[in-house]
């Protein structure tokens, strides 16, 4: 069996959240990429309490594109994951995958199918499992029928694992367990595993948090060579790993208050008298 087959098969039919019958039959997996925009949200708002947390935010993350989001402590960086991940449901606006999966209808099993993956700000992995164990736990694959699969599917399998172990520069540490690997260590890890599921829009929440400078600049080398693979939504503090991942042309975005207050290269963002003033010059 192909593995387009065997992915379509693993995740079942798509969910597009439309009951009316009349949009086409998106399958998970295929995000209509035909405006080139893989992410986008539009005048999303979300309130806790009365306190909006978003306020009337819109984004767009283009398919292929390394976005850094920074923003002071509060700017809702957080919660616009969560909503993006189905963990929040926005009180009113849009959330779109490409330019047919409503985000806002799914619930989180499903977004994570429709292939967005997302690393939380700690390290969560298989502390008694070795890292190999860990890369194949997360595999994309039902085990049930992994282990009567033919071997050439087995070894595609195999190969995933290797590659990304080397990806993620864990190779020496591959029967090594999970529970023994550095702070950073874990975090490269835990995106290894991340991509084991083969994410079309990656989401990492503060991911170079209690790294050294090392394993800083390791990350930011991963995650360029990441460029082309998949999408990626970093929300960062640290400038000098911004400055890594945007380069000289790359789109940084900047939020405040629940809202985008400035957007183009990090330079710009850098100049601009808002952003100085509401989070920079701080
Ligand atoms: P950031 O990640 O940019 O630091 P957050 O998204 O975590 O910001 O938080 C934005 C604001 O929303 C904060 O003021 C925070 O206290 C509030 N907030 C976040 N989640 C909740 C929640 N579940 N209930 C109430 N308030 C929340
Ligand atoms: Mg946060």
Partial sequence: MSMEKKEKLNRGPAET??????????????????????????????????????????????????????????????????????????NSGHVFLGQTIDLTRLDEPRIARAGIGRKFQKPTVFEKHTVWENLDLAMNEDKSWFHTLTSRLSKKALTHIEETLGLIRLEPQAQRLAGELSHGQKQLLEIGMLLMQEPRLLLLDEPAAGMSDHETAQLAELLNLLRGKCSMMVVEHDMEFVAALSGRDGKVTVMAEGSVISEGTLDHVKRDEVVIESYLGR
């Avoid at 893989?38 to 976005?67: H, M, P, T, W």
């Fill in 17 to 90: 959240g439309d009951v009316s019958g009349l949009a086409h039959l998106n399958v998970a997996g295929e995000i209509d990429l035909s405006h080139k925009v893989i992410l986008y949200l539009d005048d999303v708002s979300v309130s806790f309490d009365g306190f909006k947390a978003l306020n009337q935010l819109s984004l767009a993350i283009e398919n292929g594109e390394l976005r850094c989001i920074i923003g002071p402590n509060g700017a809702g960086k957080t919660t616009m994951m969560d909503v993006i991940t189905g963990k929040t449901k926005p």
